[in-house]
């Protein structure tokens, strides 16, 4: 039987997200100018930004945050289908993006929101500590991760934005796995001390795909197919809300 299909494939996870914040750095210290060339985001307000000194960008979890002069934040997740790209000052860029910062040397141009949302001040994310933060909040990640129910199982709690944010189903599995814990091990299960391994395997995994190296995939997508380590199959099934699909070994991942 061929694995089921994975709905959550394409969305940005923490790394993709710190990637893009990378590749934006050129345009910060620019003063921009702004393009709207899709009529979907001519409501958002956005025209505000004219003008103004971009301070800096930043990836949260799985959205990104660029910061203007005079205290505006604009936040962007990217869905499914939302990207953004780094331009030189002068290109057009393809399609119909929503918005185009345009400044002497360079230009960012999002296309496909979802989420384009621009507020003063700090925004009330809600967010748990980002995965990737250096240094890494562990003692808060972790606190956050017993604040919850802890009949939930590590699977659904690594997905829980609010408990700590930047994981999605990829790095979920990948880093289940390192950590030789089943995605359905109940939380009240598993020490403090595996919790912490579990967060520092998964960080692990996602600053190796950040840093450009190849993900090879212990068990995602890898439904039927041998465990790297102990050669039984690989099994799947949807977990929690969202019904994501989880991957992992039923042999060496203990529940
Ligand atoms: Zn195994």
Redesign the pocket.
Known sequence: MPAPRDYSRGVPEGDSLHRIARELQPLVGESVSIELPSPRARLLGLERLQGRKLESVQAVGKQLLLRFEGGLVLRSHLGMSGRWRLLDAAATPAGRPWLVLRGGQHAAAQWNGPTLELARGELALGLGPDILAEPPQLDQMLENLRSTAQERALGEALLDQRLLSGVGNIWRAEGLWRARLSPWRPLAKTGDDGLRRLLEETAGAMRESLRGQRPRYAVYRRGGRP?P??S?PIDWRAQGDAARTAYW?P???RY
């Open positions: 465990c380590r102990c039984t070994c042999s060496c991942q």
